[in-house]
């Protein structure tokens, strides 16, 4: 049997999930200001996210509701991005990180409920998804969520250039400028989904050649994410 990419990722994420998991002191978790929860938290999700995108998220569809993946997938890549943007600006402490924190924990919710609702509408009786929509509902719901993790990737960079020129140790530098990588590669990751995206409206944009680069670029936001938090 073959075993695609996105499902050896999901192995090596359970991996270091479940590593990661000895880190966090449960009777003194506040005590850090809850970071190692919240790396944890980062990595459960993003885990969940490679496990609804790979070989195992094909069979839940099979065995339960069609797309329940994607639900599970969707919401949890952004609930990933969040948590690591947040960690972020609480980590550099900019004057207006906790505004910008406030308005991406707003729209995180708002987000997910029309993922929700639009899954609940129109695509827990629709076809699996292939790599370009084949209903404007399916459309929808890759658009918005695509188009809210490209933002918060861009308010992660913008953070981290705001940062880089104050920080002195050359080691945080070199950790700065590999988030500010990862987000990068996370971005373009979304651009080309948004791309894919577009192939319901222009058939061009559905070639087998932007599937294989928006695999390419979710390996490398991956290997990068890994490298950033599990230091």
């Known amino acids: 049997m073959n075993v695609s990419g996105e499902t050896w990722l999901c192995f090596v994420g359970w991996a270091f999930t479940l590593t990661r998991?000895?880190?966090?002191?449960?009777?003194?978790?506040?005590?850090?200001?809850g970071t190692a929860l919240n790396i944890w938290l980062m990595m459960f999700f993003f885990t969940v996210t490679l496990t609804s995108l790979g070989d195992v998220g094909s069979l839940l569809d099979i065995h339960t509701?069609?797309?329940?993946?994607?639900?599970l997938a969707y919401p949890s890549i952004l609930i990933t991005i969040y948590l690591a943007t947040r960690e972020s600006l609480?980590?550099?402490?900019t004057s207006s990180s906790r505004q910008i924190v406030r308005w991406l924990s707003t729209s995180l919710a708002v987000v997910n409920i029309a993922l929700l609702v639009i899954y609940a509408?129109?695509?827990w009786r629709a076809p699996e998804f292939t790599s370009v929509p084949r209903s404007l509902a399916e459309a929808m719901f890759r658009f918005v969520a695509f188009y809210f993790g490209g933002v918060m990737c861009v308010v992660e960079v913008r953070a981290y250039l705001a940062y880089f020129p104050m920080e002195k140790s050359s080691i945080l530098r070199?950790?700065?400028s590999m988030v500010i990588l990862c987000a990068v590669s996370?971005?373009?990751?979304?651009?080309?989904?948004?791309?894919?995206?577009a192939g319901y409206f222009w058939p061009i944009l559905g070639s087998p050649?932007?599937?294989?680069?928006?695999?390419m670029l979710l390996v490398l936001s991956s290997l990068l994410y890994f490298?950033?938090?599990l230091n």
Do not use: M, Y
């Open 121 to 123: 509408l129109f695509l």
């Open 209 to 215: 050649a932007l599937n294989a680069l928006s695999v």
């Open 174 to 176: 070199l950790r700065a």
């Open 65 to 71: 509701i069609n797309n329940l993946s994607k639900l």
């Open 21 to 33: 998991l000895q880190s966090v002191h449960w009777k003194s978790v506040w005590d850090d200001g």
């Open 186 to 197: 996370s971005f373009s990751f979304f651009l080309v989904r948004i791309a894919q995206v």
């Open 227 to 229: 490298a950033v938090f």
């Open 90 to 93: 609480n980590a550099i402490k």
